[in-house]
């Protein structure tokens, strides 16, 4: 019965997107819920997936706010 | 000290409602506290609860986005 | 299809005990799950329940870790 | 390689704020980023922060929400 | 700079086996890394995976713990 | 009221320590509450902080499980 979290900034994949897609979305909870299956023989019915959209001022690294980290990194 | 969260699907508890309404929140925090009172002996004041409202597509079961796992389970 | 996750300090309810009994804990999923079912009308069968036992030392409060934080204001 | 999630309620450090700032949130990232490899020698570029925050009505504490829970305190 | 956690039950995939094997971790971490990389262009040096084993007796499901859920489910 | 949750390797700030000490995990709980009262006015007294130690083999980054990610760089 695995629950998996999974934590993303609020941003496109590619520049013209604003956020995830539901596409994408689907993509990942398809895919996760077939990795366990394939490699701890979980069934598919068994997993739970949670996505959290965070936005980019509230996520960090490098003790910055990611935007300002990605800036510095570009430099 | 307990914490306690609760995520559920951002939609409502009946086909009317399009959200976890404010008096079901403040039902699930008082029930969730004073169980924690009488079943370990924990105080009211000592435990937070966190409501998480999941969006519906970010939420997957049996592989896919929750609707979409409803949907094949009703047929 | 609710998620919960209690996290307590490891500790008895008794000072004859050490940590939460199993008993203890099937009480704590049978009724937070049942209050699930009452206030949001979700199926028992949809509700994943976590519990989490966190060590003395990993859980503060007052800028203290807990047990100092308790004889503090036992005094 | 830590990873800090900081929650707190959606509102602002002072009464004319309404929620918490973007500074603020850079501030809480520098601070946490910097506190870790002050304690743990954790590189600054090791630690990930995630700020979470939580609508008022969906916190609780002492049995209520959390504003009927101040109210109450400060009577 | 995604998070990952997944939460599992602390059991073999197979009856011989008592828990979640490193190989069967690594798995995990690779799989649900490339994942991120190949629906959301996420590089795999900035994805964090942390795999969460849970004590059968912590797990609840049904309103039961796992364990007593799964034998009334075989009945 | 804010809830804080670090989440760090279980392994020592250095060569010599096997663990995180309980000195080391006193200094984040008042580091962190501190930074909480210093940014956004909270009470040493609404905060929560719980340390969660993930073992080695649990954590991956770079789609590896982070002691082989960290022998991969160092080369």
Redesign the interface.
């Known amino acids: 019965?695995?629950?998996?979290?999974?934590?993303?900034?609020r941003e496109g994949?590619?520049p013209d997107r604003k956020s995830?897609t539901?596409a994408?979305?689907?993509?990942?909870?398809?895919?996760?819920?077939?990795?366990?299956l394939?490699?701890?023989?979980?069934p598919?019915?068994a997993?739970?997936?949670?996505?959290?959209?965070?936005e980019m001022?509230?996520?960090?690294?490098?003790?910055?706010?990611?935007e300002?980290y990605r800036k510095l990194k570009a430099q």
Chains 1, 2, 3, 4, 5, 6 share one sequence.
């Open positions: 019965m695995p629950m998996v979290t999974i934590q993303v900034t994949s590619t995830v539901a994408e979305k689907a993509a990942l909870i398809k895919g996760v819920s077939q990795l366990l394939d490699v701890l023989n979980k598919l019915d997993t739970f997936v949670v996505i959290e959209e965070v001022e509230n996520w960090g690294v490098g003790g910055l706010p990611v300002a």
